[in-house]
């Protein structure tokens, strides 16, 4: 079911360097009261975190989060809703916002590859320590305020 979906608008006044990226928080449900998130293990960057990357050409947000996650995770998937946006200083300097959506999986499995070394299954209440940074916590606290999360989850 899509429950909540959209595209977001960058305003006509942003930087003209900024960084367009989205990505997926993947979710599946194990049993009638289990839900388990992806998290994903970056060694080049040492951290654990959701899978995402940059808009190619003329792709909207949700076309590259999509493409973001078949890339890193092997993982095909449906959009169920838009989840938030984070937004912080690349490594390069330059200005950085991702769109996050709320995905499940419809087939696919993970196989390392040249940006993911690791994906992880985890229950929702492990998925907050997991993550490397605080930007990540604060959006998968969107997630958990999801009434769809929270039904299935308790």
């Not at 995402?52 to 076309?63: A, I, S, V």
């Not at 209440?125 to 969107?142: I, N």
Request: with cysteine.
């Amino acid at each position: 079911m899509y429950l909540l979906s959209g595209e977001l608008i960058i305003p006509s006044d942003a930087p003209n360097d900024l960084i367009r990226a989205a990505g997926g928080i993947v979710h599946r449900f194990v049993s009638s009261s289990s839900v388990e998130i992806a998290c994903i293990y970056r060694e080049a960057r040492g951290d654990w975190t959701f899978p995402k990357g940059k808009l190619d050409r003329g792709e909207t947000f949700e076309q590259a989060a999509l493409r973001e996650v078949v890339e890193e995770t092997g993982m095909n998937c449906r959009v169920e809703r838009f989840v938030g946006t984070t937004n912080y200083t690349h490594r390069k300097g330059k200005p950085k916002i991702v769109a996050y959506y709320l995905m499940s999986v419809n087939e696919g499995e993970f196989v390392p590859n040249d940006e993911v070394d690791e994906l992880v299954w985890l229950p929702l209440e492990r998925v907050r320590d997991h993550l490397t940074w605080d930007r990540d916590r604060e959006l998968f606290d969107l997630v958990l305020q999801m009434p769809e999360v929270r039904a299935r989850a308790s």
